[in-house]
């Protein structure tokens, strides 16, 4: 099998999706490393469904017995660092700016995400119950859906499938697929394939892609 | 005079009985949970609870931090409203394990139709309609409309007849303000229930809190309980204690 791209590479091509002054939500996995790539000269404001905006980098280990606040935590439960600026607010306030539409852009994981733009990442198969958390409300919500996840599951089987066989988190929702081997974007005519990692042609993507991609006439390989 | 403090989280719950609607400030880990509280009744041994709180209790930043798990191990608890079970399958938490042995009822809610469920019993508002859920199993047996071509979901304000909330900074009249992340649920919680009973870890002279700042008003608010030093919970950081199972860093 070819090599795939690791996951901070995947959080890198993501963090290229971001502008400048952009209210963004990370979901936990893949998403949370996106705060590690910010390019140079943008400012992101971060969001998190437990009441705060504007906050800073997580606490490295090093940094833990000086900075960590029980009190200042993100949804993933990570301690995080106070920045000038920043505000705390209620979760009724909190999940009014993700109803209301003032989240630029969310990136989340993902269980299976289908030719339509269908997401689930709520509930494993086999489980019976799941945690639903903030992120259905992010995924019906925020004007932009990024998706990050590996191309196939630990069992080989493709994730971007043609329909999800698990529980949706929302229906057509995701806008922008980043995985270890492609970007893909979700049109309105189905799948398109912009973006290739190296060393992998499209027949070989193709491969491990349930639905039929379309190829964009700009296709390139995948720049950081 | 209105003094709402009482000496001890003992008799702050002394009077909840048996089906109480309790609702439990709660994100994840222990920063905003009212944990003097929930220990206390468990001690006072309410049962049939129906427990409204963003977990289940058992998840977070320690997984064997004794939050409102304990609620659950004790068997205290009938029903629970939450958004979230436990991080893993291969660790359910104890609430997930008697879900599915069926000897407690869940009702799984999004997090934000959680929060405006709980908002909107505050404020007077019965139901509301959001876009979150429609298409997902959420959506199963509620009442669909349409607003400007997109589809919603009714959803109906939860009352509850105590709130346990974590404060940081309360006076006797019962105005809160809150520290950074603690904030969460605490405030709806607050202005929801019928009995709200606040933790706090300061509790200081009438006119001491700036009224600009207040964040939850004291007429939201019941009693009040000033957290004691207690070394065996450290509030502020003791990393052997919080690291334990920390996947955070």
């Avoid at chain 1, 091509?13 to 936990?28: K, M, P, Q, S, T």
């Avoid at chain 1, 259905?136 to 493709?158: Q, S």
């Amino acid at each position: 099998m070819k090599e795939r791209l690791p996951r901070e590479v995947i959080a890198m091509r993501i963090a290229r999706e971001l502008f400048d002054g952009a209210v963004v939500n990370l979901g936990i996995g893949i998403p949370t490393m996106v705060c590690n790539f910010i390019p140079e000269g943008i400012t992101v404001i971060y969001h998190t469904e437990n009441g705060a905006l504007g906050f800073g980098p997580v606490v490295t280990a090093e940094e833990f017995e000086e900075r960590a606040d029980i009190d200042l935590i993100n949804a993933g439960g990570q301690f995080v660092t106070p920045l000038p600026g920043m505000c705390f607010f209620h979760h009724a306030d909190s999940f009014g700016m993700i109803r209301g539409g003032h989240i630029d852009t969310t990136i989340l994981g993902v269980i299976q995400v289908s030719e339509k733009g269908d997401l689930a990442n709520w509930m494993t198969p086999g489980r019976g119950v799941g945690n639903i958390g903030g992120g259905m409300d992010l995924a019906f919500n925020a004007k932009r859906v990024i998706a990050a996840t590996e191309h196939i599951t630990k069992g080989g089987k493709p994730k971007i499938v043609k329909q999800c066989s698990v529980p949706l988190t929302a229906p057509r929702c995701v806008d922008l697929i980043v995985t270890d081997v492609a970007v893909i974007e979700v049109g309105k005519e189905g799948l398109v394939l912009r973006e290739f990692a190296p060393g992998w042609t499209v027949e070989e993507i193709q491969s491990i892609t349930e639905p039929k991609l379309m190829v964009a006439d700009d296709l390139k390989e995948i720049e950081l | 005079m209105i003094n709402k403090v009482m000496e001890t989280f003992e008799e702050a719950v002394a009077d909840i009985t048996d089906g109480a609607v309790i609702m439990i400030g709660n994100f994840a880990g222990p920063g905003g949970l009212p944990y003097y509280l929930i220990h206390a009744l468990k001690k006072q041994g309410a049962r049939n609870l129906t427990i409204v709180a963003n977990t289940a209790g058992g998840t977070g930043l320690t997984l064997d931090f004794d939050d409102h798990k304990i609620l659950f191990e004790s068997k205290q608890v009938r029903k629970v409203i939450t958004t979230y079970l436990s991080p893993s399958p291969t660790r359910p938490s104890p609430a997930e394990k008697q879900i599915a042995a069926g000897e407690v009822e869940l009702e799984l809610v999004p997090q934000g139709t959680l929060a405006e469920r709980i908002r909107c019993g505050a404020v007077g508002v019965p139901a509301f309609y959001t876009p979150t859920g429609f298409g997902t199993v959420i959506a199963e047996g509620k009442e669909v409309r349409y607003f400007d071509g997109r589809p919603h979901l009714l959803e109906h304000a939860i009352k509850a007849d105590y709130a346990f909330v974590r404060a940081y900074k309360s006076d006797r009249m019962g105005n809160l303000v809150y520290r950074g992340t603690m904030r969460q649920f605490n405030p709806i919680m607050a202005m929801n229930a019928r009995v709200t009973i606040a933790e706090v870890d300061e509790i200081v002279e009438i006119g001491e809190i700036d009224p600009e700042v207040v964040v939850t008003p004291g007429i939201f608010v019941n009693r009040i309980v000033r957290i004691e030093e207690d070394p065996g919970f450290p509030r502020h950081l003791d990393r052997s204690f919080w690291i334990r199972d920390s996947e955070a860093i």
